[in-house]
């Protein structure tokens, strides 16, 4: 079941070698991603589940066009990367210094909440709530992963799809899924949302993970 749940995400996209990242940990983010997408769109499409989270009525459209959107066509999956520097810059234009005691768990809240950022800067509050109310988390293990890591899944005329993985205790993993709404991310160009992804953390780059 567990691979049959993968194929029917992926629709045949497959991750290609890295070297930039232990490939056996890419593997199992790149699937655990697959997972928690499949399982935020069929909640997504049960509207009495959405309607008892307590969808707003000004966004009634944007979810009814979120239901629309096929996410039958894997187009491709990208890394974030250098996310430490985008921490830290955000450490360096704040200004503010922490104790290294809390630079991790700084590092961790930035990388949890990159998605609700992205879409703030791209968009609204109605966008930024509804992304908030479908979004899904799973925790899962892996004790090979010692950094955050984050991905974005590509689907053809669907809105894409960021995942978050934050590494805890024990190896404890906390996968975090994310509508990007915004009209201005569906079907762009791999250039294009690498300069959205940028323009609030610009000192990430974008690393294309499937061939």
Excluded: W
């Amino acid at each position: 079941m567990l691979l049959a749940s993968v194929a029917i995400a992926g629709c045949g996209k497959k991750r290609k070698p890295n070297d930039s990242l232990n490939a056996t940990v890419e593997t199992a983010l790149y699937d655990e991603g697959l997972l928690l997408i499949e399982r935020m769109k069929k909640l997504t499409h049960d509207t009495g589940f959405v309607n008892n989270l307590g969808l707003p009525r000004n966004a009634n459209d944007l979810y009814e066009k979120l239901l629309a959107c096929p996410y039958d066509n894997l187009k491709d999956v990208y890394r974030v990367s250098h996310l430490e520097d985008a921490t830290n810059t955000f450490i360096t234009i704040s200004g503010e210094k922490m104790d290294d005691y809390s630079n991790p768990f700084f590092k961790n809240r930035v990388t949890d909440n990159m998605a609700s950022m992205v879409i703030g800067y791209l968009e609204g509050a109605t966008e930024l709530s509804v992304a908030s109310l479908l979004m899904q988390e799973e925790c899962f293990v892996n004790t090979e992963l010692l950094s955050c890591e984050v991905y974005i899944y590509c689907y053809e005329d669907s809105y894409p799809v960021m995942v978050s993985f934050s590494p805890g205790k024990g190896g404890a993993v906390k996968a975090r899924a994310t509508y990007l709404l915004s009209d201005s991310l569906i079907n762009i160009s791999p250039e294009e949302l690498g300069d959205a992804i940028r323009g609030y953390f610009n000192a990430t780059s974008l690393e294309c993970i499937t061939q």
